[in-house]
């Protein structure tokens, strides 16, 4: 899309303004239609924008990780940060081999039908998610 050409809202056929509430003319009155980053139009309000609507779609939803398996997650970080510096995790030397070595490790033993690591006696399953987090965050800040 060339800088003036404008994106047009499928919904309220609108031009869209990213993030700001746009203000349109409709029989009369005012109305003010919302767009978010993704451009997904929030419809609109009459009269004066409101400061109390709650625009959440397009949003990140961290509501929907379980909250026992983040307790797990967490359980395996503490653990962690007793036995290592804490926040060491990414200043590893070789960190995605040794991240895919240990998530590849705890797999296998949880796959033996092994439940627990030994060592700390907290699920395989979770300490191999704290390994892929490791791996996704060091890809993520470009340090793999």
């Given at each position: 899309?060339?800088?003036?050409?404008?994106?047009?809202?499928?919904?309220?056929?609108k031009?869209?303004?990213?993030?700001?509430w746009?203000?349109?003319e409709?029989?009369?009155?005012?109305?003010?239609?919302?767009?978010?980053?993704?451009g997904?139009c929030?419809?609109?309000?009459?009269g004066?924008?409101?400061?109390?609507?709650?625009?959440?779609?397009?949003?990140?939803?961290?509501?929907?990780?379980?909250?026992?398996?983040?307790l797990?997650?967490?359980a395996?970080?503490?653990y962690?940060?007793k036995?290592?510096?804490?926040?060491?995790?990414?200043?590893?030397?070789?960190?995605?081999?040794?991240?895919?070595?240990?998530?590849?490790?705890?797999?296998?033993y949880?796959t033996?039908?092994?439940?627990?690591?030994?060592e700390?006696?907290?699920?395989?399953?979770?300490?191999?998610?704290?390994n892929l987090?490791?791996?996704?965050?060091l890809?993520?800040?470009?340090?793999?």
């Open positions: 899309m060339s800088e003036t050409a404008r994106a047009i809202c499928n919904r309220c056929n031009p869209i303004t990213h993030g700001n746009t203000e349109h409709s029989g009369g009155g005012k109305t003010y239609a919302f767009h978010d980053d993704l997904e929030y419809g609109t309000l009459e004066r924008a409101s400061s109390d609507v709650k625009l959440d779609r397009g949003k990140v939803r961290p509501d929907l990780i379980p909250a026992d398996a983040e797990g997650i967490a395996v970080l503490a962690g940060a036995k290592y510096p804490e926040d060491s995790w990414d200043k590893i030397p070789g960190a995605k081999k040794r991240y895919v070595a240990a998530y590849r490790r705890h797999m296998l949880w033996m039908g092994e439940i627990n690591d030994p700390s006696q907290l699920p395989h399953l979770d300490h191999a998610i704290c987090l490791f791996l996704s965050a890809e993520k800040r470009g340090q793999l």
